[in-house]
């Protein structure tokens, strides 16, 4: 950092918040939006990153996942603790006796994370309880490039806002992280969620008054809904697939067709009549919560002209506005 950063305690945000000016809103971090190209087509709204230090000169960026944990590559972060050691004493076993769930990521098993870990932004400093150690991905870095290039390590995933508020302002590209609701906001409306298994957030919708759940990832931001079950798409979307696309998850591809929604369906009032629904063909096993089928997934597209509030405490998915 360039300035001599001084401390402030910001009780009312329930998070230590370092800053170089006393700014009422200093506690916003910025996002970035990362496109990609998808056969033809790119996609100028991919993928949303935030930039970082660990406290050092060295620059990384993350992608802001809510359906992963938080995770750096190990191969990236290993090569960095040999050149810089503020955080070395920070690394530990992970927790063998935890659930399989909690134990593997993406089929590899954990072995490795970081306590406590401060995560410092332009304006704010979040410190993440656990950074898990992605196996066996990433590259090794020398010093020059830590250096002299900002580096893509990992995610800023759900265990960070595990009993927290995150909150996401798409149209001004930023969200935080929170104890307490911001007092100059107010809730519009509110959607109560479940967990997953994985403790990621599932969504109610209603495909002609029949009740599923969906995942919300905003590490999706390219469909406005995605399913793997072809007897559900084969009901629910206008046939035949009118297009298809590669898309890439954790270094595999696989093929998604995109077709129609002709039911009229809705998460509990949000309308997704007219949208398009998308068959992936990634392997999956079918999960249920509470007895109702988990279809799919929705992420970003949803939600570009809001601003949301996730309460992870009350399983609350509530839109915001600012006070008149």
């Known amino acids: 950092m360039k300035n001599i950063f001084k401390i402030i305690a910001y009780t009312c945000l329930g998070f230590i918040l370092i800053s170089c000016e006393k700014k009422q809103e200093s506690y916003w971090i910025d996002f970035y939006w ?5 056969g033809e087509k790119v996609y100028e709204k991919s993928a949303m990153f935030v930039d970082f230090t660990l406290g050092d000169k060295p620059k990384f960026s993350l992608q802001l996942d809510t359906g992963a944990p938080t995770f750096f590559k190990d191969s990236i972060i290993n090569s960095y603790l040999k050149f ?6 920070k690394l530990g076993a992970y927790d063998q006796n935890r659930t399989l769930n909690e134990r593997n990521i993406n089929n590899r098993r954990i072995s490795y994370l970081l306590n406590n870990l401060p995560l410092n932004f332009k304006d704010t400093t979040l410190v993440s309880s656990e950074v898990i ?11 020059l490039i830590f250096a002299n290039y900002r580096n893509h390590i990992g995610t800023l995933g759900i265990n960070t806002f595990e009993g927290k508020k995150l909150v996401i302002d798409y149209p001004n ?3 935080t992280v929170l104890n307490n609701m911001l007092s100059d ?10 967990f997953d298994n994985s403790n990621r957030i599932l969504l109610p919708v209603r495909f002609n008054k029949k009740k599923y ?18 007897d559900f ?4 979307s206008e046939l035949p697939a009118i297009d298809s696309l590669q898309v890439s998850s954790f270094g595999k591809f696989y093929t998604t067709y995109k077709g ?10 949000l309308s997704l009549n007219n949208k398009n629904i998308y068959l992936g063909t990634r392997p999956y096993e079918k999960e249920f919560k509470n007895g109702i089928e988990i279809i799919g997934l929705t992420g970003n597209q949803l939600f570009l002209n809001d601003i949301i509030m996730i309460d992870f405490s009350n399983k609350e998915f509530n839109f915001i506005t600012k006070k008149k």
């Open 34 to 38: 990362e496109s990609s190209k998808m």
């Open 133 to 143: 150690l992605y196996p066996n991905s990433g590259v090794e870095l020398d010093s």
């Open 84 to 89: 810089y050691k503020r955080h070395e004493n």
């Open 213 to 230: 759940y969906v995942m919300f990832d905003t590490g999706s931001s390219v469909f406005p809904l995605i399913t793997n079950n072809s």
């Open 185 to 194: 906001y107010e809730k519009v409306k509110t959607i109560q969620f479940e």
């Open 260 to 269: 129609k929604i002709k039911e009229e369906v809705n998460i509990e009032g």
């Open 233 to 236: 798409w084969n009901l629910y």
């Open 173 to 175: 590209k930023r969200f």
